[in-house]
């Protein structure tokens, strides 16, 4: 998953030149929100405990059938100061499936994280091609506590970055991939996300 991962978020990145390969137009696209409010849907990828080694280190049956990550959600709303510039804040949770001793069906560990971090963007690029888009990168780090059901908590933290793409309804699509790190003492629950959700913006800077 997350080589995979990386691989989106490397076309993500591409999408400006290839656009900017169809058309040689290109200008300053629609203004950035000044406040703006997200709801995704994310593929979440933590390390599998039914896999080996770690199977074996906490004593779990060595069998997981998982094909895909686990799915999850994420809530966040954002103040931009500038058209580059922004404060973030994500409350954000999953679902995540393993496999317990003697036990025929997966047993479920709730996480969810709560965060806050800046983000920086690019401002919007209107692309003049035949079925004109306006776009917009960004990166961000977030910082904050990741609970579970398996575990206390601890800090946690999440770089990640993505692309922004305007539709004529006034409602962004964003895809983002990024990575949570954490410092929890019991079941670790790092791993890539990959995310795609609506903003809904408010106001223009």
């Known amino acids: 998953m997350p080589r995979r991962a990386y691989g989106l978020l490397l076309a993500m990145l591409a999408l400006p030149s290839i656009a900017f390969a169809q058309g040689p137009e290109v200008s300053i696209g629609v203004p950035s929100p000044a406040a703006e409010f997200t709801a ?57 499936f393993w496999l317990a001793p003697h036990q025929n069906r997966d047993s479920v560990n709730h996480v969810h994280t709560l965060m806050a971090g800046p983000r920086i963007a690019s401002r919007f690029l209107h692309v003049g091609t035949r079925d004109p888009n306006d776009l917009r990168l960004f990166v961000q780090v977030l910082g904050g506590l990741e609970v579970s059901e398996l575990d206390s908590g601890g800090l946690a933290f999440r770089p990640g970055g993505g692309v922004d793409v305007s539709t004529r309804t006034g409602i962004l699509v964003r895809v ?19 995310l795609l959700g609506l903003v809904f913006g408010a106001g223009a800077k």
């Open 40 to 96: 995704a849907f994310s593929l979440d990828d933590p390390k599998d405990v039914n896999l080996r080694p770690t199977c074996l280190q906490l004593s779990l049956p060595c069998s997981s059938g998982k094909e895909f990550g686990d799915y999850g959600w994420s809530l966040s709303a954002g103040y931009s100061f500038t058209d580059n510039v922004a404060v973030v804040g994500e409350f954000a949770g999953f679902e995540n």
């Open 176 to 194: 983002e991939i990024d990575y949570l790190t954490t410092s929890a003492h019991g079941r670790d629950m790092s791993g890539c996300r990959v």
